[in-house]
């Protein structure tokens, strides 16, 4: 494992390699970022940008993903490919989060802190 110091010394380098890097997921909360970045594998940026609207509407809170089944996950996920899986992973880590984070990862407001971010 890579010592804090290590890191930072590779961040600083990537920032600047890549100057003006911006995530180009969208999101509006944190937890939001989290589940965009699981959807995003096996499939495009853009594809997870016309499915997580809809989804954040029909889950607004970590709650409600949480208290979701996969099947109703999965339907609202479908195109992003390997929605099985991924339905049952979205709903379990919000149940994990909901139980273990801090309450800014539970707020249904977004978060002071939301906008483009690198992405890792």
Do not use: H
């Not at 996920?77 to 149940?95: P, Q, W």
Request: hydrophobic share 35%; charged share 30%; proline share 5%.
């Amino acid at each position: 494992m890579k010592s804090k110091a290590a890191v930072r010394r590779i961040v600083e380098e990537l920032k600047v390699l890549y100057p003006n890097a911006r995530c180009s997921l969208e999101y509006k909360k944190d937890y939001e970022l989290l589940f965009a970045v699981r959807l995003s594998a096996q499939c495009t940026d853009a594809r997870v940008n016309m499915v997580t609207p809809s989804l954040y509407q029909k889950f607004p809170t970590l709650e409600a993903f949480a208290n979701a089944t996969y099947e109703e996950v999965g339907d609202a996920i479908r195109s992003c490919g390997f929605y099985n899986t991924k339905s049952k992973d979205l709903v379990e880590c919000a149940k994990n989060t909901a139980a273990r984070s801090p309450a800014r990862w539970r707020s249904s407001q977004p978060s002071p802190a939301s906008g483009a971010r690198r992405r890792t």
